[in-house]
């Protein structure tokens, strides 16, 4: 079996969003970073929605998200639970790659969440949570997002803060 050949960048900082960038790097590839950085971090909606395909599809094996149909259900989710639930949630970027020839941009991360806030199933844990997700976005010959996969162990999440 052959394997395609492609060509990778490797952004190595916690900052992803499009202020940071190599010289040669890909228009569609500062996109998809500066996209994944509003959504892990709740920043301003109105930043990205051009950098997205209307009702771009999200899809996450995960039962806490089987409501989130497309990228703008992710924000909102995204929002409620910083909002509601832990106000000090936060991501530490592992890596974040490109693909040049399908033009896929791939992301690992922690994400940190303390259960402060009065939202979520049981009253405030105060317990903290620190699980591993990775996403990966398609890209269109526009530069935008048309979809997104995360994949994330939520069940894991759910048991580190008390509720499971």
């Not at 052959?2 to 900052?15: A, E, G, L, V």
């Not at 903290?128 to 398609?138: G, I, L, P, R």
């Amino acid at each position: 079996m052959k394997f395609p050949t492609f060509m990778t960048r490797i952004s190595h900082h916690d900052d992803v969003s499009a202020n940071r960038k190599s010289p040669d790097e890909p228009a569609a590839f500062t996109s998809a970073k500066k996209v994944i950085f509003v959504l892990d971090s709740v920043g301003n909606w109105d930043d990205i929605v051009d950098l997205i395909v209307a009702d771009a599809p999200f899809t996450c094996q995960a039962d806490t998200l089987a409501e989130v149909k497309t990228i703008k259900d992710w924000y909102d989710w995204m929002a409620n639970f910083k909002a509601t639930i832990a106000p000090d949630a936060s991501f530490t970027v592992k890596s974040t790659t490109w693909d040049d020839e399908r033009e896929i941009c791939t992301h690992s991360a922690v994400y940190h969440a303390t259960h402060t806030g009065e939202g979520g199933p049981v009253p405030a844990t105060g317990r903290k949570a620190s699980t591993d997700y990775y996403y990966e976005m398609e890209m269109n010959g526009d530069g935008k997002v048309v979809k997104m996969w995360k994949i994330w162990n939520d069940g894991h999440c759910l048991k580190q803060l008390g509720w499971a």
